[in-house]
């Protein structure tokens, strides 16, 4: 992080005492550890943070502190990121691919034993670079049509390559561990049992006893503009899909929760840095904490405008949104309804940003989004309320 990390009652205080021209990403504890005892007390499983959603070690401090010990790490930097946090924590490497010789230093060096894998030829690197105590799992296909980002066409074996690969691990004495991932932002429980159920039956067409189900990610956070069950929806639908699918007493189910644990974990503060006309120009844009903003119109943030000098008029209208980079692509697919008389100076403080934003986060033109506070009042809370366009 690139500054002192600032504490304060709430954004607007923080505002009045820095009056800030950089992007400032706002943590609020609280609604951290509530997310976190959601999954806890919710999911009949292990869940562990997918930390590719957002690394910040304030969001994972805080995680950490509500209970969380198991985290899905994608590469050996967020691996050493936990180990150096939490040495108790426990790390499962379940990116399919991963970069060379990562899998045998993860597991001699840090101690993990749990892989992925979705293709032949990464099942035999990890036979080479692990030991019989490893868990391989075989990652199957499983897309959605109620994610809103698939992740299919990248990753995951077809049933009949998976069923060969489950009976190769047992013909090298290994445990059969199966995968899945119904795509990121899942808007519909059903997507999971349906998961559930193949992985099931590609297990029994296997022959084999299946040790762990790993049901992946994709959980949704209720974001204003979209309609999206509660998270407890889809916690019954996976175990009713798991009982159902008659899985050995000791089958190890769990999941990879990384929106649901980090979405409103904080908002992003911005400020205007230039208008014209029916166009306003912040100081973040795609190509920092807003390019998920870039990415697809589905999803829409909850924001309130905080002024410089003062209250603004009732009349608003409505404004298109570019980023500060000298880029034309940095445009967001998003609609700011905001006073008439908005001024160059005023704050926008945008709530439900603390998924895939900082985390995918570049310093593109020599901007950065690497800028944080904490709010410590446990009744402060970002914006939730998604104001449409007129």
């Not at 709430?10 to 550890?33: G, M, Q, S």
């Not at 999971?192 to 992985?199: C, H, L």
């Not at 007493?249 to 029916?278: V, Y």
């Not at 985390?359 to 944080?372: I, K, L, P, R, T």
């Amino acid at each position: 992080m690139s500054a002192p990390i600032k504490t304060y009652k709430n954004v607007d205080a923080f505002i009045v005492d820095n009056r800030p021209n950089i992007p400032v990403n706002c943590v609020y504890p609280h609604l951290v550890r509530q997310m976190a005892r959601d999954f806890l007390d919710g999911f009949n499983g292990t869940p562990m943070y997918a930390v590719k959603a957002n690394p910040s070690p304030l969001v994972l401090k805080e995680l950490y502190a509500a209970g969380i010990r198991h985290f899905d790490t994608a590469s050996m930097d967020e691996i050493k990121l936990i180990n150096s946090m939490f040495p108790d924590a426990t790390c499962y490497f379940m990116a399919p691919s991963k970069f060379v010789g990562a899998a045998k230093e993860a597991y001699e060096k840090y101690g993990l034993r749990h892989f992925v894998a979705d293709h032949q030829s990464e099942i035999d690197r990890l036979l080479n670079d692990t030991g019989d105590d490893a868990n391989i799992f075989i990652r199957l296909k499983a897309h959605s049509e109620e994610a809103v980002y698939e992740l299919s066409s990248k990753f995951g074996m077809a049933n009949e390559d998976a069923v060969k690969a489950l009976q190769y691990l047992e013909s090298k004495g290994r445990k059969a561990n199966i995968s899945f991932h119904v795509g990121s932002l899942c808007t519909h429980p059903d997507a999971f049992p349906r998961a559930v159920a193949n992985a099931a039956g590609v297990a029994k067409e296997a022959g084999v006893k299946l040790n762990a189900l790993d049901v992946g990610g994709g959980f949704p956070y209720k974001y204003p503009s979209m309609e999206t069950p509660p998270l407890k929806d889809f916690f019954d639908a996976i175990d009713e899909a798991v009982k159902a699918a008659d899985l050995p007493k000791d089958c190890e189910i769990l999941c990879e929760p990384g929106r649901a644990l980090s979405a409103n974990a904080q908002s992003l503060l911005l400020q205007i840095i230039m208008i014209k006309d029916d166009q306003i120009y912040l100081n973040d844009g795609i190509y920092g904490s807003m390019s998920e903003v870039g990415m697809t119109d589905l999803v829409r943030y909850p924001y309130r405008l905080v002024s410089c000098d003062g209250p603004r008029a009732n009349e608003t209208k409505g404004f298109g949104t570019y980023g500060p980079t000298c880029d034309t692509l940095d445009v967001m697919n998003m609609h700011f309804e905001l006073p008439v008389d908005v001024q160059v100076g005023d704050w926008i403080e945008i709530g439900i940003l603390g998924a895939y934003s900082n985390a995918v986060a570049s310093n593109f033109n020599g901007f950065s989004a690497d800028n944080w506070m904490v709010v410590e009042d446990d009744n402060a809370f970002p914006p939730t309320y998604y104001h449409a366009p007129v």
